[in-house]
């Protein structure tokens, strides 16, 4: 995955700040992608030293403003268009799951019953998310709520397993 293409994509919409794109972030792509302040503001000067994005104006204390080049959006179109690399799959939760067994049963289920509240808590997140903003209307919405959705799933069927993986465990 990548920052770049991920702060491409938000910038067809409209020129925003560093600060506008972070917000963004945290409210539409948080469940696929994390980004800390200082990748995003990195990302951005790099982008603008690669002629993807410019800085259409400037503020108070700093403040750019954004706004995406027809290069860049060019290449955020390539990078739609163009297969997924395969991922290498690592997973500290699944790795620590397969040595649960060296642990006394009772701490191998309370790291299940925490896991299986996390995905609770994601899942609750993530509908207020999506109970709480207009799915329409945007050239986005639709993508973001299909994205949406993914998580709400995701966070289920991880929890699920979670509680199913509970029973397994001698004991309980």
Same mark, same amino acid.
């Not at 994509?9 to 600060?19: A, K, N, W």
């Given at each position: ?26 409210? &539409? ?40 080049? @027809? ?9 739609? &268009?163009? @297969? ?89």
């Amino acid at each position: 995955m990548s920052l770049r293409h991920a702060l491409l994509g938000l910038l067809t919409d409209r020129p925003s700040s560093g600060y506008d794109l972070m917000k963004l972030f945290d409210t &539409t792509l948080a469940n696929v992608w994390k980004a800390t302040q200082s990748q995003v503001y990195g990302e951005l000067t790099r982008m603008t030293d690669a002629d993807l994005i410019d800085v259409s104006a400037e503020g108070p204390r700093g403040r750019k403003e954004y706004t995406l080049r @027809p290069e860049g959006r060019v290449e955020l179109e390539r990078w739609l &268009t163009t @297969p997924a690399p395969p991922q290498p799959l690592r997973s500290d939760a699944m790795l620590r799951v397969f040595f649960l067994g060296l642990l006394p049963p009772e701490q191998a289920r309370e790291h299940l019953a925490r896991m299986e509240a996390a995905e609770a808590e994601q899942r609750e997140r993530l509908e207020r998310l999506r109970d709480g903003r207009e799915w329409t209307g945007h050239p986005l919405a639709l993508s973001g709520r299909l994205v949406l959705e993914y998580g709400l799933r995701d966070a289920e069927a991880k929890r699920e397993w979670a509680r199913w993986a509970l029973e397994q465990i001698p004991g309980a």
